[in-house]
């Protein structure tokens, strides 16, 4: 691993660190509805496959079936890092 990746790879963990800070601090924050979802992660594709494979848990706030359903930031950038990581090592 050269320096600059190592560089890279301290400065995405300490984004994580900082958004984990906020999700302790601001729950609210953290939490975004399906379309924001989407964005976050970069595909619709990404993300369904994510969530039908149980990597990501999603919540819904209320009780009814149709209630929205909402998903951590924190959770997919950390996932996203994770995928990279593991691209990266094999």
């Known amino acids: 691993m050269d320096l600059f990746s190592l560089k890279q790879q301290i400065i995405e963990m300490s984004e994580l660190g900082a958004m984990a800070v906020l999700r302790l601090q601001n729950p609210a924050f953290d939490e975004v509805k399906l379309n ?21 848990k999603p919540k819904r706030r209320g009780t009814a079936k149709n209630s929205p359903l909402f998903f951590s930031r924190l959770e997919i950038a950390a996932l996203k890092k994770a995928e990279q990581s593991q691209t990266q090592f094999t």
């Open 36 to 56: 924001e979802a989407y964005k976050i992660a970069g595909s619709v594709r990404w993300l369904k496959f994510h969530i039908k494979a149980g990597n990501i």
